[in-house]
T-cell receptor, first 115, second 110 residues
Framework: SAVISQKPSRDICQRGTSLTIQCQVD?????MFWYRQQPGQSLTLIAT?????????ESGFVIDKFPISRPNLTFSTLTVSNMSPEDSSIYLC????????????FGPGTRLTVT | GQSLEQPSEVTAVEGAIVQINCTYQ??????LSWYQQHDGGAPTFLSY????GLEETGRFSSFLSRSDSYGYLLLQELQMKDSASYFC???????????FGSGTRLSIRP
């Protein structure tokens, strides 16, 4: 398993501003992912954070809106830019072992409210 | 594309057995995972099936039929703490990612 922490745990932001969410893992991992989850809904993959290269974004998510950094094998950030109320959600990072992408470990999540 | 279907809600009685079904459609298939998520918590990995058959882990078992594109999670000796949402997830063979189903909310009555 892996121990994952996220900062902040929650925030209330004004529209038009940006928020950077940090994800720290207690061990080196190859694959890190960022998800979004509305309360009571499923998890939607935003992007895969690749160490040493640009993130791979899913359909409907773009780098200008959700820039991601992955400076090393234990840390990643997700920025939600130019926020609108529609960005209000829970943002989760997860990690997977190289051989076990089907087995992911999730951080506690960041609950974002945009007013 | 990929799609997964699972019931939105299931209710069961404490001490009983409940089965949560998941059917999937993918272009290529590696395996089916199951995750548990309590309200306000993060998803936690429960099980993974790559081959047909039943995998047992304590009170929880997971089954896969690749020919039927179908799997289920079986929870035995239900406890109140099992009240949570359960998600199935698939990995398509061409993708380095998994796609989650819509989730099944399990409510347990005393």
């Amino acid at each position: 398993s892996a121990v994952i922490s996220q900062k902040p745990s929650r925030d209330i932001c004004q529209r038009g501003t940006s928020l950077t969410i940090q994800c720290q893992v207690d061990s080196q991992v190859t694959m890190m992912f960022w998800y979004r989850q509305q309360p009571g809904q499923s998890l939607t993959l935003i992007a895969t954070a690749n160490q040493g290269s640009e993130a791979t974004y899913e359909s409907g998510f773009v780098i200008d809106k959700f820039p991601i950094s992955r400076p090393n094998l234990t840390f990643s950030t997700l920025t939600v830019s130019n926020m609108s109320p529609e960005d209000s959600s829970i943002y989760l990072c997860s990690v997977a072992r190289t051989s076990g992408i089907y087995e992911q470990y999730f951080g506690p999540g960041t609950r974002l409210t945009v007013t | 594309g990929q799609s997964l279907e699972q019931p939105s809600e299931v209710t069961a009685v404490e001490g009983a057995i409940v089965q949560i079904n998941c059917t999937y459609q993918t272009s290529g298939f590696y395996g089916l995972s199951w995750y548990q998520q309590h309200d306000g918590g993060a998803p936690t990995f429960l099980s993974y099936n790559a081959l047909d058959g039943l995998e047992e882990t304590g009170r929880f078992s997971s089954f896969l039929s690749r020919s039927d594109s179908y799997g289920y999670l079986l929870l035995q000796e239900l406890q109140m703490k099992d009240s949570a949402s359960y998600f199935c997830a698939v990995r398509a063979s061409s993708a380095s990612k998994i796609i989650f189903g819509s989730g099944t909310r399990l409510s347990i009555r005393p």
